[in-house]
């Protein structure tokens, strides 16, 4: 680089010694006085005379001097700006997730992550599964975390690991008479009123295709798109609703709601930890990942 030449220059002009000036930079003598060479060379003109024991400028040498200077000053700072950009992204995990684990299982795993890893700086973009994935091979994120219905696809654009499986289950309130079963028939939901969001969302179309296939009339009483508002109305047993198990999680554990397996549903949704084949991951992703995979995946666990 030319800035070698002129740090060289700059070095040089202000001990006044090409010795003193390899010494400072670690050079040789040879290497140094070659770089003022090559620098008298470009400009056509000489840079330096001798004055007794030292080095001195000549005129063209007291021209240049101040853009030597300058150049060096813009060089040092443009270096700083890089590296602080690259420290930046290397402590920068951006995570992408699909609506229900990123609603109910992300925000817990970020606060775990960063508990270990304080200066990594986390980023997290909720939407559809479709669209975390563009936004992995755009580079705008680099993993996603994402709900699929069970039996996923794969592709070999990504990396892919099954974090954990999701059941569908039934869900009640604790006053409703089934809250002291501990499963549930296809024949219990007859005549229930159900509570279940709108058509338009997988999990309920999954759910109506499994029922009519069993034989249930499936006729929801109430269509509610809003997640946290279905949980409110069960936990008023105004009805059952069939909620992927995640959805309920704090809820179960403190006995607002109730889990009930149903006998031949067999629905789940599974999540996956996902990203780019081939991409480079930073040292903060790399954590990230080995962190989830470590939580989530037994072998992992096993082998570390």
Known sequence: MDVVKFK?????ATLKNISKAAEQLYYTQPAVSAQIRELENAYGARLFKRVGQNLELTEAGNHLFPYAEQLLELFEKS???VNEVVDIENHCVRIG???LPGTYLVPELIVEFQAHNPDAHVMLTVKDAFEIEQLILSGEVDVGILGRAGGGHRTGRFV??????DPLVA????????????SLTPADLEGES???PPENRLTRRAVEKRFRRLGIDFQPAYEIADTEAIKR?????LGISILSSMVGRREFAVGWLKELPVEGLDLRREVYLVHQQDRHLVPAVQSFVRFVAERYIPENVEQS
Do not use: C, W
């Open 8 to 12: 060289a220059f700059y070095t040089v």
């Open 79 to 81: 270096r700083k700006t």
């Open 97 to 99: 997730a699909s609506s």
């Open 160 to 165: 892919q690991e099954l974090l954990l499986e």
């Open 171 to 182: 869900v009640v309130g604790p006053g409703h008479r089934y809250a002291d079963r501990e």
């Open 194 to 196: 159900l509570i279940m």
């Open 233 to 237: 109305m069960v936990t008023n047993n």
